[in-house]
């Protein structure tokens, strides 16, 4: 028998002790038993995203967080900017048009992130009234400087909407202090939750627009979720088993620290990166996210090489998308991952290669990754 060990940038492996929490009886909604949980989970998930607003709770995927962000809070007579480096930026570009809006798509070199300058002669302009990045995008394993974009943004009069689907709670994010007007994640990344939530921090400055677009959305409406998250509830049924395991993965993530879990997923994917330089293989990104790492076939190898290495050594890895499909790997770093988790992996990505009759030197990848992960804390 081997064991299965989850390596895909979400969903990510899930701790014990949240599955059992979720396999708990269930109980109502509409309880003060309910209230009093969200109300918990709600203050732990303002902690985790560093933010003084409220964090709305839905049912659904990161996608319906960052929908609904975008069909509440970007306004219709104005110009969205959409950066495009990857698939989801492509997807919320599409959102964005499906909601009517005039989309002004900046498409980006895979394995590269929008800059700040760009933004700032676009919104020079005076015609933009949001900017919609994403901070990690998963597709290519890369990561912008959202610090710094936010900071354009907040000398205008646009918002900043940003999909951190897969850095909230693995990179540094510092949603108030950085002026991102509009956060989404999604539970079965870094929060260690099966697939099911999405998270939606929004600021004060987005809460205008909001409150002066009529939505084109009943399930989405945001206001609705802030209507009910004043009394502690939330607007429609609510998924109660994965807010009871959402509760526990917190408490599980603030135990550890925040700041803490940053520089741990940042040792993991230099540990993984070095490995693969080790190895002779290349990481893909030219800003490599430290959330998920892409890494480059060798040549004569393609998809094969993730069959192998999950029939055989138990360990599942995601392909490369579009223009990456079949040339390359990727690897997550978020969550319920530790060192020997990673280093058994390149292990058996080592053994992989071999059995794929590619020439690799048995042991050197691990050693490098050894050398990066004695910083480990």
Known sequence: MIKPRLFTPGPTDVPPEVLIEMAKPIFHHRTERFRKMLAAVNASLKKLLMTGNDVL??????TCGMEAAIACAVPRDRKVLVANGGKFGERWGKVARAYGLDVDEVKLQWGTALEPETVRQKLSSGDYGAVVVVHSETSTATACDLQAIGEVVAGTDAILLADCITS?????????????DVVAAGSQKAFMLPPGLAFVAVSEKAWKNVESIKAPAFYLDLAAYRKALAGNDMPYTAPVSLIRGLKVSLEMIHEVGIEKIWTRTACLARATRAAAEALGMKVFSQRPSDSVTAILYPQGVGDEFRKQLREKYGCSVAGGQDELKGRAFRVSHMGYVDPLDALGLIAAVEYTLADLGVQVHLGAGVTAAMEVLKDWQ
Do not use: F, N, Q
């Open 168 to 180: 909230a709670g693995a990179l540094p994010l510092r949603t108030d202090e950085w002026h991102v």
């Open 57 to 62: 709770t839905l049912a659904g995927s990161g």
